[in-house]
């Protein structure tokens, strides 16, 4: 499961004007191609009568499932710039509706292209850029005159304490990325001199910064 790539944190929306034309750009993380039709069918819902629902979307670890549609516009001039914008920006298992209002000017092919792009950039960016990574959890205990230290030593690596127990000696619960085992257990182990015995628990995903 080591994954590590470029997600979106969560839904998020921006709104654009050019010559007199609305443009609302909706974007949101999506897991599966059936999720993300269901999140573009739910914004075109939202806007049923707005003139045009341009949306991209790319679903898979390595973007394998990539989908757009121009919705009425001139083609190459919507869709296919707004899963630019999506593939510039690195992100994957994301989904973009942008959404027009007519506002009486036509753009021309080259001021929809720049126009669907722009919007599409705010939306994911209003949608918040977060980095996905596998992450495990690990459990272990120390001696209280250790505790300094080893908080140290993991704000150091900035690894997440996610929960510590304070008993008869002192148990922490901690999310070190998959890839980072091996050294996490390496400088651990000369921290304490040995008296290092983890306890490995669940992988599962993570949004970090990027």
């Known amino acids: 499961m080591a994954q590590d790539y470029l997600t979106l944190r969560g839904r998020g929306r921006a709104e654009i004007v050019v010559k007199k034309s609305k443009f609302i750009a909706t974007a949101a993380p999506v897991p599966a191609e059936d999720e993300a039709q269901g999140f573009v069918d739910e914004v075109r819902r ?7 629902n341009v949306y991209a979307f790319v679903v898979g670890e390595n973007n394998e499932t990539t989908r757009s549609s121009d919705d009425g516009e ?7 710039p707004t899963l630019e914008v999506i593939r510039r920006e690195g992100v994957r298992y994301s989904a973009v509706v942008v959404t027009r209002y007519f ?17 599409a950039r705010e939306g994911l960016h209003a949608a918040g850029i977060a980095r996905a990574r596998s992450m495990r959890e690990v459990r272990f205990i120390i001696e209280y005159p250790m505790l300094g230290k080893v908080q140290n030593q993991l704000a150091e690596a900035g690894v997440e304490v996610a929960a510590t127990d304070y008993a008869e000696r002192v148990t922490m619960l901690v999310m070190v990325p998959s890839g ?6 390496a400088a651990m182990t000369e921290l304490l001199s040995g008296a290092f015995e983890p306890q490995m628990g669940e992988e599962r995903l993570a949004l970090v910064d990027p």
């Open 46 to 52: 939202e806007f049923w009568d707005a003139a045009h």
């Open 74 to 80: 001139p083609s190459g001039t919507a869709g296919r």
């Open 103 to 119: 506002g009486g000017t036509l753009l021309g092919a080259g001021g929809l292209i720049r126009a669907y792009s722009a919007a």
């Open 180 to 185: 980072d085992l091996d050294l996490f257990a």
